[in-house]
């Protein structure tokens, strides 16, 4: 498994990953991808067969859309330390790569935390995206078109 480290995210975090999990990580500062579109990162990761770790919305928005590969790790704990993501990645990294590798397309790592309701959010979670189909939109289109 080869994880590609978003823009959002320290480059220094790829070397830790590889120096602490072992696995290949590469930020994509160093591929020459920094300023790209996320559209265009994800397009590439696919092409490359990789696993994304972003803070960005637009990737998972972009899997439940489009679908994997590629497959989205996606870090929500929010504006943080390095050291401070460090320590959640340590806690949960090995689990969500589990999950990735059993083939979930989308696993969420957050900083648990007591939201005003009362109901604590899971720090962890593998969620399977729902592809947003255009079968809705090509039937009204083409019942729109006259012979």
């Known amino acids: 498994m ?18 602490t999990f072992h696995i290949e990580a590469q930020a994509v ?8 579109p996320d559209p265009v990162i994800f397009k590439a ?3 490359a067969g990789v696993v994304v770790m972003s803070k960005d919305e637009d990737f998972r928005l972009l899997v439940e859309r ?5 497959q989205v790790l996606w870090i929500t704990c929010g504006n943080t330390s390095n ?7 340590t806690k949960h990294l090995p689990t969500a790569l589990a999950l990735l590798q059993r083939g979930e397309p989308l696993v969420e ?8 309701q009362g109901k604590k959010r899971p720090a962890l979670r593998a969620t399977r995206p729902r592809p ?4 809705e939109k090509r039937g009204r289109s083409q019942s729109g078109r006259s012979g």
């Open 2 to 19: 080869i994880l590609w480290i978003d823009a959002q995210l320290s480059p220094a975090l790829a070397r830790w990953i590889q120096d």
């Open 29 to 36: 500062r160093d591929l020459g991808l920094r300023h790209a």
């Open 45 to 47: 990761a696919r092409k």
């Open 66 to 70: 489009l679908g994997p590969p590629p």
């Open 83 to 89: 050291t401070r993501l460090r320590a959640i990645l």
């Open 109 to 116: 790592i957050s900083d648990a935390y007591m939201p005003p």
């Open 132 to 135: 947003r189909g255009n079968s």
